[in-house]
Nanobody, 114 residues
Framework: QVQLVESGGGLVQPGGSLRLSCAAS????????MGWYRQAPGEERKVVAS???????NYPDSVKGRFTISRDPAKNMIYLQMNTLKREDTAVYYC????????WGRGTQVTVSS
């Protein structure tokens, strides 16, 4: 089993930045891939960043150039640096990891508003 806990969400003005963190814990797991997805009210869940075991990253066009995913394997941490935030980035953000199964956390709210 893998437990994931996100932190770092909050209220930010348009154009601002936030850094989300995700702490992974558990035993006996090998992470194949990890990432972040978000879900806004009434909308489908969408992946906003992913990174493979080899370090390859991928972003949808909606956040490319503004969001950066990173990891610290030694600490089992995943990060999402979000810059130049827009109102449409408002959502609950969840981190996920893929081992032999998919695990995700409980999410952290990001609200972009003036």
């Amino acid at each position: 089993q893998v437990q994931l806990v996100e932190s770092g969400g909050g209220l930010v003005q348009p154009g601002g930045s936030l850094r989300l963190s995700c702490a992974a814990s558990g035993t006996g797991f090998s992470i194949n891939a990890m990432g972040w997805y978000r879900q806004a009210p009434g909308e489908e869940r969408k992946v906003v960043a992913s990174i493979t075991r080899s370090g390859s990253t991928n972003y949808p066009d909606s956040v490319k150039g503004r969001f950066t995913i990173s990891r610290d394997p030694a600490k089992n941490m995943i990060y999402l640096q979000m810059n130049t935030l827009k109102r449409e980035d408002t959502a609950v953000y969840y981190c996920y990891v893929v081992t032999s199964r998919l695990f995700w956390g409980r999410g952290t709210q990001v609200t972009v508003s003036s």
